[in-house]
């Protein structure tokens, strides 16, 4: 099972209504909840089953930016970042930085961008949803790479409303 057929699952699960799915094949175990109770949406869980001899594993989809591996670093990280608001993605699909493969891109960093600008589109469902900008601002940082999956309520864009 590739990312791909794990992506059409999930959104068939959220279309469904269905609160808990599970599926275990021979290498692999996966579980998904919508409407978890604190509210935050789906929980995928997908875990490789072992061979004899290789250690168990346990893994879930990453929900925020990399984690820095200095505390300096990351210390330092939190006091400039602590005036940035985070523009996150509304709803799950796959993130892109333009319209059409042969367009430019929405915004660069360090583009000026008002409310009501166009961001980014996430193709959910065969269906292109434009990401506009509720805030006036920089874009100091773009989070995701193009053409990749997203989650809901991941952060997209890093924005200095300076």
Do not use: W
């Not at 935050?40 to 869980?45: H, I, K």
């Not at 001899?53 to 990453?62: A, F, I, L, T, W």
């Not at 990749?148 to 890093?158: G, N």
Request: proline share 7%.
């Amino acid at each position: 099972m590739d990312l791909k057929d794990i992506q059409n699952l999930i959104k068939f699960v959220a279309k469904s209504g269905a609160s808990e799915v599970k599926l275990e094949t021979d290498d692999i175990k996966i579980t998904i909840r919508t409407g978890s109770e604190d509210g935050r949406g789906e929980t995928t869980y997908i875990q490789q089953i072992p061979a004899m001899s290789q250690p168990q594993m346990q893994m879930q989809p990453q929900t925020g930016a990399p984690q820095q591996s200095a505390p300096s670093a990351e210390a330092a990280s939190d006091a400039a970042d602590s005036k940035l608001i985070t523009i996150k993605s509304p709803i799950i699909g796959t993130f892109y930085r333009k319209p059409s493969p042969d367009k430019p891109i929405f915004v660069e960093v360090g583009d000026h961008i008002n409310t009501g600008d166009v961001l980014c589109v996430i193709e959910a469902m065969k269906l292109f949803n434009e990401i506009e900008s509720e805030i006036s601002g920089k874009i100091v940082k773009v989070l995701v790479d193009d053409s990749s999956p997203v989650e809901f309520d991941q952060p997209l864009f890093l924005v200095d409303p300076s």
